[in-house]
């Protein structure tokens, strides 16, 4: 306790302190300052010391057991005595109830039964919005809009908050470099610098100003740590990642949503390097808490606790809990076996006394920062209110509308296929995707329900008129008959142009425990495909899926196609205003998009071999080089490909100096200030060379060469979303700090190093013209 306080007191000296000492704290020092700074105060510590001396130890473990009461998302617990436990204290959180009225029945019992009135902690898997589904993250993140995602955070906090939910379990910060992990959907893609201002984003808008604002929640990032380098990519599977992979392209992002001041964490299932992610020490203590200074809540994944024991480091529940709770999670999700054995091991002496007040206290000023204490219910009659308002809806479309990745659009008769004329009409609609209102919600849909979401078929409907509709669903995602594909050939055959809706079932095939070993179409999705393109048809396919699906044939035969992820309550009409061309597609890959599945795992940011295939060379003429021989090792679509309609040039790039120096980017990494100096300027003119107005993501990237330890062949150390007026140009300018430059060394350390440096302002992570520049000394 004293500790802590003495901490605080450190703190607020540093943090006055700051104007006049700008050169003489570490950046470190100055990070951990003010994430602590973020939900903790004097006051609300002082309140804490005061419960903490009237709590029994079984008040004390009830603040860190938490349970799902109401749709379990993973196995069950057995228990349904919460109204009892509740009143006893012996219940800190619970997930997955989710109406006001319920959660403020729950609250009564808490703040009015039990002994001490601590409210519990109300929380729930709010992943891509509450009621008014966006799209899915993997989606989101195709926007490269950090505003956007912030903007779509927020109104999830709004809704979610309106019903009493003031925890949310995202952002899923997990970097995902395999297709394979259902879980890809759920995040950013594949690189740690994106992953980050995304994370940020996302803490901001669920976070909001205040934390103790009534439609603020509290972000959870998670899986900590590693959960996307599952083995194989099959989910939960073992993970190996050596420290310095781990600090340079796993960390980051959760780093960054620590510093953002994310208010509690969510250690993962997997194992890492041997030790299972919620029993940890090096991660959650050494690194979260002591680098990173968290003083959040560390809430262990659904019976990761009890998960021990499968995984091999614990024989009972005793052990399991024992090990889980010293290595630093604080909350026991679903478990019950810190309920079941934490106060024994206290007194068996086995986990020391203090470490629980510490975790209690974790809990607590959670609870305090997010005004629990001062305002425990929520106003139910404000509930239905808060769902699905106009802009909020409004939101959804603009974000679908951003997801959209255009990933080819070939001409026909001379001209591209897309965007459709205006006045089309005598369209076939086919797949099993265009008229499916849950599917298009994508996985961990929260509230959100079929009845608000426009499919494509009812928005193309009401565009162009049902008759000029030719619906088949020609399959189903996985079967159909040939009866029903026959009808799909027909009706392409009497139509213009055919727009086709294949791809994935959200709930089935991606999302957790939703791995896939093959990656194509499923069912007899293919089959329907080639079908209907010998018809010599125009053919838009929308692939709707969780992930990138391999589909070399489609990518050859298909003149048009768009990846549509999931794309929420308003993927109908974010659709048919982007095949008609009123929004303009600015989506760009945030996944490596594969040719096979036999390429995963596949990114972009990848070390060099010491046998790279050579430049510019028939890759079978070559043997003993890095490479498969039945398939490219280039992906199908790179990390930063996206089409628009229309089409950008670069020009005069330019770069303010040729020469850093090592020492001084050091120096300057060291003090927030210094590092203003030490950076660099690069530029290039972006000109819309179409006719119609677009959004084109600038993107820049750097290599390494010459460091102690091999950098990856290109690394995204800025982006920007630019829109330009047809035939505008606009100078799109990137500031390098030494962050950019620096990198997780030979030594563990993230510093800069004398290298040769080549930089890229390029449309994605394949192109471009390269600058040199050199770090001397
Ligand atoms: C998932 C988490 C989720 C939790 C609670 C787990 O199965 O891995 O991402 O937050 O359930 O629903």
């Not at 974000?399 to 008769?413: G, I, Q, R, T, Y």
């Not at 596949?602 to 430049?615: C, E, F, K, Q, V």
Request: charged share 20%.
């Amino acid at each position: 306790m004293k500790l802590v306080r003495r901490a605080t007191v450190g703190i607020l000296i540093l943090l006055l302190c700051l104007p006049v000492l700008p050169t003489a704290l570490s950046d470190a020092a100055l990070q951990r300052a003010a994430v602590t700074a973020k939900f903790t105060s004097a006051s609300s510590e002082k309140k804490i010391d005061e419960l903490l001396r009237k709590m029994t130890l079984e008040e004390k473990v009830g603040q860190l057991v938490q349970y799902s009461a109401g749709q379990p998302t993973g196995p069950g617990t057995g228990r349904t005595d919460y109204n009892d436990m509740i009143g006893k204290g012996e219940i800190g959180a619970l997930f997955n109830v989710t109406a006001a009225r319920e959660i403020n029945a729950y609250q009564h019992l808490a703040v009015e039964r039990s002994r001490l009135h601590i409210p519990l902690l109300f929380g729930l898997d709010v992943i891509h919005g509450f009621r008014t589904e966006f799209p899915v993250p993997l989606g989101l993140a195709s926007s490269w809009d950090p505003d956007l995602v912030e903007k779509a955070s927020r109104v999830a906090a709004q809704e979610a908050s309106a019903s009493g939910i003031r925890w949310t379990f995202s952002p899923m910060v997990d970097i995902a470099r395999d297709a394979r992990w259902g879980r890809i959907t759920e995040g950013a893609g594949e690189d740690p610098f994106l992953g980050s201002k995304l994370a940020r984003a996302y803490v901001r808008g669920y976070q909001g100003k205040r934390l103790d604002a009534p439609d603020s929640i509290a972000a959870c990032p998670k899986h900590y740590v590693g959960y996307g380098a599952a083995e194989g990519g099959r989910d939960y599977n073992s993970v190996e990642i050596s420290e310095h992979t781990l600090r340079q392209y796993y960390l980051p992002p959760f780093h960054a949503a620590i510093d953002e001041g994310a208010a509690t964490l969510m250690s993962a299932f997997n194992s890492l390097n041997g030790v299972p992610s919620s029993a940890n020490p090096f991660t959650l203590k050494q690194i979260l808490r002591g680098e990173w200074g968290f003083q959040g809540i560390v809430d262990s994944d659904y019976t990761a606790v009890a998960e021990l024991m499968p995984h091999g480091i614990a024989n009972d529940g005793a052990t399991a809990a024992r090990r889980a709770f010293l290595a630093g999670v604080d909350m026991d999700m679903v478990s019950s076996l810190y309920h079941d054995h934490l106060a024994k091991l206290v007194r068996s002496g086995e986990v020391p006394q203090p470490a629980v007040d510490e975790a209690v206290r974790r809990v607590l000023r959670v609870k305090f920062a997010l005004g629990l204490f001062e305002h425990p219910y929520v106003d139910e009659t404000k509930e239905a209110g808060a769902m699905l308002r106009p802009e909020s809806v409004a939101l959804a479309r603009t974000a679908a509308e951003e997801s959209f990745v255009l990933l080819k659009n070939d001409s026909m008769s001379g001209k591209p296929v897309l965007p459709l004329s205006s006045d089309a009409k005598n369209l076939a609609l086919i797949g099993p995707l265009a008229d499916d209102p849950g599917n298009i919600l994508g996985s961990w849909g929260a509230l959100g329900r079929p009845q608000d979401a426009v499919t494509l078929r009812a928005a193309l409907a009401e565009r162009i008129g049902a008759q000029s509709v030719h619906y088949a669903k020609g399959a189903e995602i996985i079967g159909g008959s040939d009866d029903e594909m026959a009808e799909a050939v027909r009706s392409a055959e009497q139509s213009d142009a055919v727009i086709m809706a294949l791809g994935e079932n959200a709930g089935l095939m991606t999302g957790e425990a939703s791995s896939r070993a093959f990656l194509g179409l499923p069912g007899r999705q293919q089959e329907l495909l080639e079908k209907v393109v010998a018809t010599r048809k125009p053919i838009v396919l929308l692939i709707f899926s969780g992930r990138p699906l391999t589909l070399p044939w489609a990518f050859e035969h298909v003149p048009a196609v768009i990846a549509a992820w999931f794309p929420g309550v308003q993927a109908g009409p974010a659709l048919v205003r982007t095949l008609f061309g009123d929004a303009n597609p600015s989506g760009r890959l945030v996944v490596s998009w594969p040719r096979s599945v036999g390429q995963e795992p596949l990114y972009y940011n990848a070390l060099s071999t010491g046998r790279p295939p050579g430049d510019g060379v028939d890759p079978n003429e070559q043997k003993y080089v890095s490479r498969y021989i039945d398939e490219q090792n280039s992906p199908q679509f790179p990390f930063g490909y996206g089409l628009s309609y229309s089409s950008f040039s670069y020009g005069n790039p330019s770069i303010d100096k040729t020469q850093l120096s090592a020492k001084n980017l050091n120096e300057a990494l060291q003090t927030k200030v210094l590092a203003q100096k030490e950076s660099l300027n690069v530029s290039a003119d972006i000109t819309n060379k179409g006719n119609r107005a677009g959004t084109e993501t600038v993107q820049c990237y750097l290599r390494l060469r010459g460091t102690s330890v091999a950098q990856p062949v290109r690394a995204l150390s800025g982006f920007q979303r630019v829109t330009l007026a047809p035939r505008e140009t606009k100078k799109v300018s990137f500031r390098l700090g030494p962050e950019a430059f620096a990198f997780w060394n030979d030594q563990q350390k993230f510093a800069a190093e004398p290298a040769k440096v080549t930089l890229w302002i390029s449309a994605d992570s394949s192109q471009g013209t390269p600058a040199m520049l050199e770090i001397t000394k």
